[in-house]
Every structure is written in C-alpha cells, then in structure tokens.
C-alpha cells in the first residue's frame, strides 16, 4: 500500500482541530495507518505541525484569492474571505495555537504575506472611508484571526449553525469596523 501523504495531513488536520492534545499515535489511527508508517514521513510531531503549516498558508492563500481581495468594496471582500477561509478555519485555528510556528527565525514566510494581504485589505478600507481610522488595519486583521478562532470552535463544539459561521463573523467584525459619522 502507498503512503498517501495528502490523505495524512488532512486526517491530521481534522483531528488535531478537534483534539489539538492528540498523540501521534491517535494521528496515525485517525489516518489508517501505523504509527512507525507515520513516524517514517513525519519525525515527530514538529515535522508533522511543519507539514500542516504549509498546508494551512497554502489552504489560506487559496482562500485569499478565490476572495478577490482587490475587488469592489472592501467590506464585501471581507465577507468573501470569511466565506472562503470557512473549510480550512480550523487548521488555522490549530496552527494559530501553535507557538512554535510564530516565534524566532523559522517562522514561514507565507505568515507574513497572508499578513499584508489582510492588513492591506483593512487599510483599503479606511482609506475609502468604509471603515475606522481609530483601529489600526493590523487590530482589524488580527481582530478577524481572533473571531475565525472563535467561530471554528463554536462550530466544532456544536454551539452554533456551520451555515452560520460566515454571517456571524464577518457581521460582527464589520459592525465594529465600520466607520460611522465622526469616528
């Protein structure tokens, strides 16, 4: 039988965004394999959380463009992205929760880059006037990271409606956002 490593990492990634604390041995399990045929592809679970990084950045990228960041009002451009990024949240939310990938040399680079393509996205926004001058575009971006967190979790955990998630964050992101008269 071959080793298919797509069909790992996302068995990975749906477990570990359910049960972040998961053993490699339950990450083998939960991909139909054995934990040396892991251990073999992945030497440890650095490398495994590494391979999952990529294919989080990669996932997102992919969100970021099929959302047309640079089209139209910036706002509906949020909207796309909540609506988008909404199948791989939970990887995300997973990474995110991951200090190792955030701190020091090693840090990848696509995290830079999905960062400007949102702080970009925000600071389009004020610049046209759809949203607050007095949050930084980087506070509005890591505000939506926050809330992508929170809507996965409460997705997963049963609290609220999947067919929700896109309508409760981007609503209350840009509820708060959203530049009224005088601010």
């Known amino acids: 039988m071959s080793f298919d490593r797509d069909h790992v ?8 965004t359910r049960k972040a604390t998961a053993t490699m041995e339950e990450v083998a399990r939960a991909a139909g394999i054995s934990r040396a045929t892991l251990n073999r592809h ?9 391979a ?5 950045i990669a996932k997102c990228e992919a969100a970021l463009e099929a959302a047309r960041l640079e089209e139209g009002a910036a706002a509906g451009a949020v909207r796309r992205l909540v609506r988008e990024i909404q199948p791989c949240a939970g990887l995300l939310t997973f990474l995110y ?18 960062d400007e393509r949102l702080t970009g996205l925000f ?3 004020q610049e046209n006037g759809e949203f607050r001058i007095d949050l930084s575009a980087t506070w509005l971006a890591e505000a939506l990271y926050g809330l992508l967190a929170a809507g996965s979790w409460a997705v997963t955990e049963g609290r609220v409606a ?3 998630f896109t309508h409760m964050i981007a609503e209350l992101l840009l509820g708060g956002a959203t530049r009224r008269d005088g601010s």
């Open 123 to 125: 600071r389009r926004g």
């Open 162 to 164: 999947r067919n929700d």
């Open 52 to 56: 999952l990084e990529e294919l989080g």
């Open 42 to 50: 992945f030497t440890g679970r650095d490398a495994l959380v590494r």
């Open 9 to 16: 990492l996302h068995a990975a990634a749906d477990l570990l």
């Open 97 to 114: 929760s991951e200090n190792q990938l955030f701190e020091g040399e090693k840090q990848n680079a696509g995290w830079f880059r999905i």
